[in-house]
Nanobody
Framework: QVQLVESGGDLVQPGGSLRLSCTAS????????KGWYRQAPGKQRELVAA???????NYADSVKGRFTISRDNAKNTVYLQMDSLKPEDTAVYYC??????????????WGQGTLVTVSS
């Protein structure tokens, strides 16, 4: 069994910062965390930041220059550093990964999400 767990969500004032973490555990042979998504109330889930296997990054226009995705392969962890937060960044944030289990099954895995609220 494979688990993705997001953490780091919180209530923060506009202009503040948060760092989200996405950690994988379980019967993992290999993992590729494709990116971070978010879903605001009443809206569709959208891609926020993505990282290729080679390390190149891609960001939604709304977060460019404010958010940074990074990873620590040794820890099976991906981070999302969020700076200059705005109320419109309020959403549940999810990470998404392609996982090959020790049994050589391939899974498209999602975490349960972590809530980010930006409000004064």
């Amino acid at each position: 069994q494979v688990q993705l767990v997001e953490s780091g969500g919180d209530l923060v004032q506009p202009g503040g910062s948060l760092r989200l973490s996405c950690t994988a555990s379980g019967s993992i042979f290999s993992i590729y965390v494709k990116g971070w998504y978010r879903q605001a109330p009443g809206k569709q889930r959208e891609l926020v930041a993505a990282m290729s296997r080679g390390g190149s990054t891609n960001y939604a226009d709304s977060v460019k220059g404010r958010f940074t995705i990074s990873r620590d392969n040794a820890k099976n962890t991906v981070y999302l550093q969020m700076d200059s937060l705005k109320p419109e960044d309020t959403a549940v944030y999810y990470c998404n990964a392609e996982v090959v289990t020790t049994g050589r099954s391939m899974l498209n895995a999602w975490g349960q999400g972590t809530l980010v609220t930006v409000s004064s």
